[in-house]
Nanobody
Framework: VQLQASGGGLVQAGGSLRLSCAAS????????MGWFRQAPGKEREFVAA????????YHAGSVKGRFAISRDNAKNTSYLQMDNLKAEDTAVYYC??????????????????WGQGTLVTVSS
């Protein structure tokens, strides 16, 4: 499956952005979708994941209550709504896909496919 992330940009602290991840090539609903981020000089970290049908989500503690993952299987697209952004949210955001049933997968090695990343910069 091919993934294309978009929607990043420059935003002031307290603002919002919505990232999109468009998928192609396979049956989208068969894949758990995840979002990760990587700040300069840091390792890639888990942000959120959603089950194939969209009924189950899991968010990292650092973003819970501010970010929300969702998906539209009819559009083969996953989203990451980011509200109340903080300077520490500045990073390149990556979407990822993992074939199979839902389980909490917050490690990069759990995912089979990756998008190219989209940069989010939050100014304080």
């Amino acid at each position: 499956v091919q993934l294309q992330a978009s929607g990043g940009g420059l935003v002031q602290a307290g603002g919002s952005l919505r990232l999109s991840c468009a998928a192609s090539g396979r049956t989208f609903s068969n894949y758990v979708m995840g979002w990760f981020r990587q700040a300069p000089g840091k390792e890639r970290e888990f942000v959120a994941a959603i089950s194939g049908g969209g009924s189950t989500t899991y968010h990292a503690g650092s973003v819970k209550g501010r970010f929300a993952i969702s998906r539209d299987n009819a559009k083969n697209t996953s989203y990451l709504q980011m509200d109340n952004l903080k300077a520490e949210d500045t990073a390149v955001y990556y979407c990822a896909a993992r074939f199979g049933p839902w389980s909490v997968a917050d490690m990069t090695r759990s995912y089979d496919y990756w998008g190219q990343g989209t940069l989010v910069t939050v100014s304080s």
